[in-house]
């Protein structure tokens, strides 16, 4: 197993060592040289798809799978340049990307019959994914915030108004899936919807926020004691706990936005049967138990995994925590996301 770098972020989990390659017909057999492309995160966050690839060459004799870590558009250029093959053969996707994958159609209809662990999916998870791929993992967009500002941690959503938080508050530039999911957040909480989003507008003017250019910014923001609090990923309020900075990570009422990332077959792929077995193993229950562990933290997409101790301030672990999660309908989002940055952009620029 090998990894190219080109890229940035991401979701992942595993398999246990040869079971979902027993149900690929043929799978063993034959296999001498061949090379399975995956695209994947970069980081710590790929580690979960190491796991997973390690288990698939063992099981399959002569299989080489090598990781390319990206989130840029130069990948998808490529696959709609390929002629012929795809020189990708599997990729995962956040919501507002896969839609675009569908749309543009570089990705392809999952076909449940030839996966063992399809029926463990969630249905919730399961109807987002628009027929395409599966969902692998989700993400929590929560509040962090530094123990050291702040005597009162925030409680919900709308407590990033109080008085006493004024001028400490960070928020994400719109560009990012964290800040579109924020904007989505801020509406629904104040009246508004993904169709009116006027309340979010209104109110985070009213908000006068410290703007991060991206999630990495406000994290370092936070940990500079710049401002006190921020939406942001769990996974990277993770991060910054685990060395050991005075980062707390809050699951708001009335519930955390739940972005789901998707792991898609990508047409043209000459080793279907292989990016099955890769599906499946995202599927089986020992790689989300892999990877909702520390230092991953992706949300489970299949039933019946227990949520590890050191998970539990930045996942969900019970079925109720599960029903308060949040989310976003893309739908109505992806399509006007270049006016809505445009906007951001003017409304925020001092």
Same mark, same amino acid.
């Given at each position: 197993?090998?990894?190219?770098?080109?890229?940035?972020?991401?979701?992942?989990?595993?398999?246990?060592?040869?079971?979902?390659?027993?149900?690929?017909?043929?799978?063993?057999?034959?296999?001498?040289?061949?090379?399975?492309?995956?695209?994947?995160?970069?980081?710590?966050?790929?580690?979960?798809?190491?796991?997973?690839?390690?288990?698939?060459?063992?099981?399959?004799?002569?299989?080489?799978?090598?990781?390319?870590?990206?989130?840029?558009?130069?990948?998808?250029?490529?696959?709609?340049?390929?002629?012929?093959?795809?020189?990708?053969? $599997?990729?995962?996707?956040?919501?507002?990307?896969?839609?675009? #994958?569908?749309?543009?159609?570089? %990705? *392809?209809?999952?076909? /449940? @019959?030839?996966?063992?662990?399809?029926?463990?999916?969630?249905?919730?998870?399961?109807?987002?994914?628009?027929?395409?791929?599966?969902?692998?993992?989700?993400?929590?967009?929560?509040?962090?915030?530094?123990?050291?500002?702040?005597?009162?941690?925030?409680?919900?959503?709308?407590?990033?108004?109080?008085?006493?938080?004024?001028?400490?508050?960070?928020?994400?530039?719109?560009?990012?899936?964290?800040?579109?999911?924020?904007?989505?957040?801020?509406?629904?909480?104040?009246?508004?919807?993904?169709?009116?989003?006027?309340?979010?507008?209104?109110?985070?003017?009213?908000?006068?926020?410290?703007?991060?250019?991206?999630?990495?910014?406000?994290?370092?923001?936070?940990?500079?004691?710049?401002?006190?609090? $921020?939406?942001?990923?769990?996974?990277?309020?993770?991060?910054? #706990?685990?060395?050991?900075?005075? %980062? *707390?990570?809050?699951? /708001? @009422?009335?519930?955390?936005?739940?972005?789901?990332?998707?792991?898609?077959?990508?047409?043209?792929?000459?080793?279907?049967?292989?990016?099955?077995?890769?599906?499946?193993?995202?599927?089986?229950?020992?790689?989300?138990?892999?990877?909702?562990?520390?230092?991953?933290?992706?949300?489970?997409?299949?039933?019946?995994?227990?949520?590890?101790?050191?998970?539990?301030?930045?996942?969900?672990?019970?079925?109720?925590?599960?029903?308060?999660?949040?989310?976003?309908?893309?739908?109505?989002?992806?399509?006007?996301?270049?006016?809505?940055?445009?906007?951001?952009?003017?409304?925020?620029?001092?």
């Amino acid at each position: 197993m090998t990894t190219t770098t080109t890229g940035r972020r991401g979701f992942a989990r595993g398999l246990a060592a040869g079971t979902a390659l027993v149900a690929a017909p043929g799978l063993v057999r034959a296999q001498a040289a061949r090379e399975l492309v995956i695209v994947s995160f970069a980081g710590q966050l790929q580690e979960p798809h190491q796991w997973l690839a390690r288990r698939m060459e063992q099981s399959v004799p002569g299989l080489r799978i090598r990781l390319v870590p990206s989130e840029s558009q130069d990948i998808v250029a490529s696959i709609k340049a390929a002629q012929g093959f795809s020189p990708f053969d $599997a990729m995962p996707n956040g919501e507002p990307p896969h839609l675009i #994958a569908q749309r543009d159609g570089y %990705i *392809k209809r999952i076909e /449940p @019959a030839r996966l063992k662990n399809y029926a463990n999916l969630i249905p919730e998870f399961v109807a987002k994914s628009g027929g395409f791929g599966v969902p692998a993992s989700y993400s929590l967009i929560g509040i962090a915030y530094n123990e050291k500002m702040l005597k009162t941690p925030p409680a919900s959503w709308a407590d990033m108004w109080k008085p006493e938080y004024a001028g400490k508050v960070g928020i994400p530039r719109a560009a990012s899936n964290l800040g579109l999911g924020v904007l989505a957040i801020v509406a629904k909480i104040f009246g508004g919807s993904e169709d009116n989003l006027e309340p979010a507008w209104t109110k985070l003017q009213e908000l006068k926020p410290v703007i991060g250019r991206s999630p990495t910014q406000l994290i370092q923001m936070l940990e500079r004691e710049e401002i006190a609090l $921020a939406p942001i990923w769990n996974n990277d309020a993770a991060g910054s #706990a685990g060395k050991g900075l005075p %980062i *707390k990570f809050v699951q /708001p @009422a009335p519930g955390p936005v739940a972005i789901i990332s998707f792991m898609s077959e990508i047409a043209n792929t000459r080793h279907s049967d292989l990016v099955y077995a890769w599906m499946d193993g995202i599927l089986s229950a020992e790689y989300q138990q892999y990877a909702a562990n520390a230092p991953y933290f992706f949300g489970p997409t299949v039933k019946g995994v227990t949520i590890p101790e050191a998970a539990r301030p930045y996942t969900p672990s019970t079925a109720e925590e599960v029903a308060r999660l949040q989310t976003v309908d893309w739908g109505k989002i992806a399509p006007v996301r270049g006016q809505i940055v445009e906007r951001f952009d003017r409304v925020f620029a001092n």
